[in-house]
């Protein structure tokens, strides 16, 4: 199968994935009884095994992340990392649907880190679903070129735009719930 991804936009989104991740695991590793207590509100682990199921999402928030930015090429490493981030988003988007299908959208989604509240809304679905597809990018080949100087700078432009249009969109979706719970509309 040909290359099909440019290695300076496989390296871009790889880094700002893993940069998403290791943040968030940061957020989680900073308030942890914080949330334990989101994952048990989510409803959908039973009780004993709240615990160990938030460990296991920080673990898994922290090896992905970790093997994300894993600059040799291992074979196999960069799809398998794109593939495990996806599935990770994937069952996180599952979690927050489901309980939008119940209704329970008053209820902390458990990403935005302590002392935040974000309230479960169907923005949450679209921004995982578009993350789930920066993912799957991650997981195409990508070809072997000589690595410039300017190649460098690329990245780095581009995983700082990717930020700031992270946090653009999550102030936008906070700020959306925000006002919609003002008016009575969520």
């Not at 695991?25 to 004993?48: C, E, M, N, S, T």
């Not at 990403?111 to 991650?138: H, K, M, Q, W, Y």
């Amino acid at each position: 199968m040909p290359p099909l991804l440019d290695p300076v936009l496989h390296v871009t989104l790889r880094i700002a994935l893993a940069l998403l991740l290791l943040s968030a695991a940061r957020h989680k590793l900073a308030a942890p009884a914080a949330f334990r207590d989101a994952i048990a509100d989510y409803r959908l682990v039973p009780g004993w095994a709240t615990t160990a199921t938030a460990a296991a999402l920080v673990a898994a928030e922290l090896g992905i992340g970790a093997a994300l930015l894993v600059p040799v090429p291992v074979p196999g490493l960069g799809a398998a990392a794109g593939l495990a981030t996806g599935a990770l988003l994937a069952l996180y988007t599952g979690a927050i649907a489901v309980n939008l299908r119940r209704g329970r959208r008053g209820m902390d989604c458990g990403c935005a880190g302590p002392g935040a509240r974000r309230e479960l809304d169907s923005g949450l679905v679209v921004r995982n679903v578009i993350l789930i597809g920066t993912a799957a990018l991650c997981a195409l080949s990508v070809p072997v070129r000589p690595w410039i100087w300017l190649d460098t700078a690329t990245v780095a432009g581009g995983v700082a735009v990717s930020g700031l249009l992270y946090a653009a969109i999550d102030r936008a979706l906070t700020t959306g719930a925000g006002l919609r719970a003002m008016r009575g509309d969520a």
